[in-house]
């Protein structure tokens, strides 16, 4: 099974880079084989679908926004769980309605599993850093376990 796993973020905003930081850390300390694949994305919308065509299952890293959670905290969604994934601006759509063009246009070469890995900041980090705050540093490692255990699962299966 052709995995995809990628780190969306920008890597100049702060904790908004997190997903950058969560795959840069993985791809240090981690061995997988060659059926997994890493990549950072600092986009979405049709350029993200572009990047994960062709993979049978996708592992997408992001900063997510939700005020009613805890900072830091680090969950696996579906993608029915967002309306837009990563920040869209005028000249694109959201992830969510990118698939559903790709879908609509007749591709077969999405993944059919597709889930998110989301690290719960700030809204909207405004201030220029290449660096996480000290509450975002730690929930790294959390999620680097996290996608290791999803890739060791994967990679059972496939044996």
């Known amino acids: ?3 995809i796993v990628v780190g969306i973020g920008n890597p100049i905003l702060g904790d908004d880079g997190v997903g950058i930081h969560i795959i840069r850390n993985l791809q240090k300390t981690h061995e997988y084989p060659d059926h997994i694949c890493f990549e950072e994305a600092a986009t979405g919308g049709m350029n993200l679908v572009d990047l994960i065509h062709g993979f049978d299952k996708a592992i997408l890293i992001d900063a997510v926004s939700f005020d009613e959670k805890e900072k830091g905290l680090v969950e696996l969604y579906c993608l029915d769980s967002f309306s837009t994934l990563h920040a869209t601006n005028p000249h694109d759509v959201s992830f969510p309605e990118a698939l559903s063009l790709a879908h609509q246009l007749g591709d077969k070469e999405i993944p059919k599993e597709i889930c998110i890995l ?40 496939n044996t």
């Open 1 to 3: 099974m052709k995995t």
């Open 118 to 157: 989301g690290v719960n900041i700030k809204a909207n980090p405004s201030e220029f850093s290449e660096s996480l705050s000290p509450l975002i540093q730690k929930s790294v490692s959390t999620a680097v376990r996290m996608i290791d255990e999803l890739l060791k699962n994967n990679m059972s299966k």
